[in-house]
C-alpha cells in the first residue's frame, strides 16, 4: 500500500448530524463513543437500552476506503463479542442486521476488546463506503446490555487527489505543447 494515502482516524470525516445508534441507553448514547482524541473517562461509553444488540448507521461526510477497525470496552463481560459490518447498507434495521449478508464479519477475543487492539479489514471490500452500519448482536457474558468505550475506525479519504499537484501537471503540460 506504498501508493495509498497514509492510513488514518477516520473520525473527522464522521457526520457527526446523521449518526444514530438503535436500542442505546437514552444516558450512554453512541456518541460517547466515538469521540475523537484519547479520553480515560470510564464513565463515558455506548450501552445498550433493553438486551445486548445495537445497530449504529454512520454516514462519512465524503466516500472513505476503511482499513481497519478497533473496539475498546472495559468490562469484558459486557464487551461486544461479535460484529457484522455493512457497506453502504439502505434502510438497516436489526431484522436486515440479523439476516442480510454483511461486507464483513469480525469476531473479537477478550484481549482485544480491553486493550482497543486495530483489526485489520478485508480493504478490498471497503473501498467507496459513504455510509456503514454495526451491528452488535452479542457480547461475552451473555449479559443484558454491550457496552463499548470507543469505537475507531481507520482508513483514508476516498478522494485523494492533490489538486494544487493537478495544477502543476497540467501547467508542465501546457508549458510541453
Known amino acids: 500500500m506504498s501508493s495509498e494515502a497514509e492510513i488514518k482516524d477516520l473520525s473527522p470525516l464522521f457526520d457527526m448530524n446523521s449518526l444514530e445508534c438503535l436500542n442505546q441507553d ?3 448514547v453512541v456518541t460517547n463513543c466515538m469521540k475523537q482524541g484519547p479520553r480515560d473517562d470510564d464513565a463515558v461509553f455506548l450501552a445498550s437500552d433493553c438486551d445486548e ?27 461486544p463479542k461479535h460484529l457484522k459490518l455493512f457497506s453502504n447498507p439502505v434502510n438497516m434495521s436489526f431484522d436486515s442486521a440479523e439476516s442480510d449478508q454483511c461486507t464483513q464479519e469480525v469476531e473479537f477475543t477478550p484481549e482485544q476488546v480491553a486493550d482497543g487492539t486495530v483489526i485489520n479489514l478485508r480493504y478490498v471490500k471497503f473501498q467507496n463506503v459513504t455510509s456503514l ?6 457480547n461475552f457474558g451473555n449479559e443484558d446490555q454491550t457496552v463499548i468505550h470507543k469505537l475507531m475506525l481507520y482508513g483514508t479519504a476516498g478522494n485523494n487527489t492533490n489538486m494544487g499537484d493537478w ?3 497540467a501547467k508542465k503540460a501546457m508549458e510541453n505543447q
Do not use: M, P, T, Y
Not at 482499513?67 to 469484558?76: E, R, Y
Open 53 to 79: 444488540q445495537l445497530l449504529i448507521n454512520l454516514r462519512f461526510k465524503q466516500a472513505v476506503r476503511l482499513h481497519s477497525i478497533a473496539v475498546k470496552a472495559i468490562d469484558a463481560d459486557k464487551a
Open 26 to 28: 437514552s444516558s450512554h
Open 133 to 138: 452500519s454495526l451491528f452488535v448482536g452479542k
Open 167 to 169: 495544477e502543476k501537471v
